[in-house]
């Protein structure tokens, strides 16, 4: 248990739907990383954010955004669903900018 | 450019080493890590190591890094039925905000 939850653990919808992933990070870490893993693209980096602020961007759709809010949870918002969208999404959490980062389970998601 | 290449399978017996390969060619990586996903699982830490550093030992693995080739390996002594899983070799570098960019994992299959 790598102490990163994730939830919920797998989720399924209609394309044209909208979906919140929401991740609550180790106990004391302050940065939040969103990746995505999928079968054409293999582990993808989505976003980063420190402290509530976004600090980097990976290859993340226009449709996607995210938050950090106060307490340090993440949310990742997916919009406009697209069957291409059905990917495994990670959330990983760091003590800070150059520290290791801890993967939380995942969220399965399927688009129909 | 950022690249990491893996071999994508590797069966071994049960009890022999397996010696798993990543290349990368960021020359500006600072850490290089090993997670392992389980079938259905998230991805757990297995090992990194820095790029200064050219070996690291941690109970049954071995890391071995080859900065001049950008060559990473991973060796699992006495393999066991519980290491088939998927390993992925992953880059981080400070100027990406510790990114971490991911080879597309090699699958461990052992056999008894």
């Known amino acids: 248990d790598s102490g990163v939850t994730q939830t919920p653990k797998h989720l399924i919808t209609a394309t044209g739907q909208r979906v919140t992933l929401r991740c609550s990070p180790r106990s004391g870490d302050l940065s939040v990383y969103w990746y995505q893993q999928s079968l054409d693209q293999g582990l993808q980096f989505l976003i980063q954010?420190?402290?509530?602020?976004?600090?980097a961007k990976g290859n993340i759709l226009e449709r996607f955004s995210a938050q950090q809010f106060p307490d340090l949870h993440s949310e990742l918002n997916l919009s406009s669903l697209e069957l291409g969208d059905s990917a495994l999404y990670f959330c990983?959490?760091?003590?800070?900018?150059?520290?290791?980062?801890?993967f939380g389970p995942g969220t399965r998601l399927l688009v129909l | 450019g950022e690249d990491v290449e893996q071999s994508l399978f590797l069966s071994v017996r049960e009890g022999d080493s397996s010696v798993i390969n990543c290349t990368y060619t960021d020359s500006s990586s600072t850490y290089l890590y090993w997670y392992k996903q389980e079938p259905g699982a998230g991805l757990q830490l297995l090992t990194y190591?820095?790029?200064?550093?050219d070996m690291k030992q941690d109970q049954r693995l071995t890391v071995l890094l080859n900065k001049k080739d950008k060559h990473l390996s991973l060796r699992i002594a006495d393999t066991q039925t519980g290491d088939s899983a998927i390993y992925f070799c992953a880059e981080s570098h400070s100027g990406g905000y510790n990114k971490l960019i991911f080879g597309a994992g090699t699958r461990l299959a052992v056999h008894p």
């Open positions: 954010y420190y402290n509530g602020e976004e600090r």
């Open positions: 990983a959490s760091a003590g800070g900018p150059g520290e290791t980062q801890y």
């Open positions: 190591i820095f790029s200064n550093m």
